[in-house]
């Protein structure tokens, strides 16, 4: 009774006295008397198998052990998926690659197996869906791609991007408590190669004719032609040129070539390095950014012959100013040399008066840059001394061959492809007209002997059959051919034997 005191006494009493003698209780040893139960020691079949399985599972027991103590993966999503697949460079043109993947109720591929081949740069995608996740063992040559550019993942979707850069092998951990690998060995992009077939040939209007084969294992993009002056012996000073090497590309025999040769004519008559002693080396470049180089050769780079003295005293003043700004002060005084007793030297007042501009203009140039203006200035008067207008109507129709040449190689439009090509027409018949001209103003040069054996005869109506099967090739679609007959083209009008004083050198 809750309102009795005397209970109320009683109970605190008993609770205290409880409290007392737990406090005084002693546990003894356990006695679980197994050989009443076990009189064969049936019990000591555990211990010999668990000692048993320890030596059995040989170099994996650990693994096995701490296995039994990794929750992660151990309770997967009834509904997850791991899929895998390599994707290799887009320059290669290879395939994808699916490797082995992992799905409920599968065992993993703990063990790599046979090492897949595939090229360097390869991207390895490891992809989850089900909300299952994951870490990733990666060894060797396989390192972690960019993350930039990836597009967002769905939801649930866990991804990994590595690059394989060399022989190695990924895992992926942490899914089912066993490991899924794969290895991997790397195929190197090997650099391109490119050699001359032939020497370097000089045009018979100066332009430089380079035939040429390349090779790469997956396609070369990009060649050139590079230039290095021959080096001299050294002085206390050494010059300081105005301009660079004329370094030019290099037509391919099609777009990302595997094997093949082609042929490049450029002209470099005009460069004020023409005439120097330089070595050449080809360069050939591949989509990863492989370069291949060709052996040096050393060659003399083409020059336009001047037959006038006068237009020929200017070149080689000019090729000496470019050569080495310093030489500004003799250059000067060869420039008023060359106005001496003008009654005489310089009947024509209009190029005494150039040759005093040009002098004057020289005699106050404080820059590179004006400097560069007065050797432009000396190759302008020059070629106008030399055969007038025909110069002027050769440079229009080679930018409208170059023009045309690099439309082709960038896969310009129809439209544009006939705009360049009626130009091109335009600035052929502006140079056969001043061809034309000359013969008339020179008609010693139509008796010069020409070897029949050797020499095409060309008429008009053949070079406008030319132009106009280049044009047909050109919007059909068929680029390659089209850059092929254009070199061809090119490389005739560069041969061609007209009335052009001192095209032979005499």
């Not at 106050?364 to 106008?384: F, G, I, N, P, Y």
């Not at 050109?474 to 041969?495: I, P, V």
């Amino acid at each position: 009774n809750s309102q009795d005191p005397v209970a109320q006494a009683l109970w605190q009493a008993h609770v205290e006295r409880a409290l007392l003698s737990a406090r005084k209780i002693k546990a003894g040893w356990p006695m679980p008397r197994l050989s009443l139960r076990d009189p064969i020691a049936l019990r000591a079949l555990v211990s010999i198998l668990l000692v048993a399985t320890f030596f059995a599972a040989s170099g994996e027991r650990f693994k096995r052990v701490a296995a039994a103590f990794d929750w992660q993966g151990v309770v997967a999503p009834a509904n997850f998926r791991i899929d895998a697949w390599i994707t290799p460079p887009v320059y290669t043109g290879r395939p994808p690659v699916m490797l082995p993947g992992l799905r409920p109720g599968e065992t993993a591929q703990n063990t790599p197996a046979a090492p897949v081949a595939v090229p360097s740069g390869s991207q390895l995608v490891i992809r989850a869906t089900g909300k299952v996740h994951f870490d990733i063992i990666r060894k060797g040559g396989i390192e972690d791609a960019p993350a930039e550019g990836r597009a967002p993942l769905p939801a649930g979707t866990e991804e990994r991007r590595l690059v394989i850069k060399g022989n190695g092998s990924a895992a992926v951990h942490g899914v089912l408590g066993s490991d899924l690998v794969w290895s991997f060995t790397a195929i190197p992009d090997r650099a391109p190669t490119i050699e001359l077939i032939r020497d370097p040939e000089r045009q018979a209007r100066g332009a430089l004719r380079l035939d040429y084969r390349v090779e790469d294992d997956y396609g070369v993009i990009e060649a050139k032609a590079t230039f290095t002056r021959k080096e001299e012996p050294t002085s206390d000073k050494p010059p300081r040129p105005l301009f660079s090497a004329p370094d030019y590309a290099l037509v391919l025999p099609q777009q990302r070539t595997r094997a093949g040769t082609a042929q490049t004519t450029h002209d470099l008559t005009e460069h004020p390095w023409a005439g120097t002693d330089v070595m050449l080396t080809l360069v050939a470049r591949d989509e990863a950014g492989n370069e291949g180089r060709s052996e040096p050769r050393e060659l003399q780079l083409p020059q336009r012959i001047f037959v006038k003295p006068l237009a020929r005293a200017l070149i080689e003043q000019r090729r000496n100013l470019a050569l080495d700004a310093e030489s500004k002060p003799t250059v000067l005084t060869a420039l008023d040399a060359l106005t001496i007793a003008p009654e005489r030297f310089t009947p024509e007042a209009g190029v005494y008066l150039g040759l005093r501009s040009i002098y004057h203009d020289l005699d106050h140039a404080k820059s590179d840059d004006a400097l560069r203006d007065v050797v432009a200035r000396l190759w302008d008067m020059a070629v106008q001394l030399e055969d007038g207008n025909v110069s002027q109507a050769e440079q229009a129709l080679r930018q409208a061959q170059e023009a045309l040449r690099q439309a082709l190689e960038r896969g310009a439009s129809d439209e544009e492809i006939k705009k360049l090509m009626d130009q091109l027409r335009a600035a052929m018949d502006k140079f056969l007209q001043a061809l034309a001209e000359e013969m008339r103003k020179n008609p010693q040069q139509l008796t010069r002997p020409l070897d029949r054996n050797n020499t095409r005869m060309l008429s008009q109506q053949d070079l406008k059959s030319m132009l106009d099967r280049l044009e047909n090739l050109a919007r059909s679609g068929n680029k390659d051919a089209a850059r092929q007959l254009l070199e061809q083209l090119q490389s005739m009008l560069e041969n061609l034997q007209m009335a052009r004083p001192g095209a032979q050198g005499d």
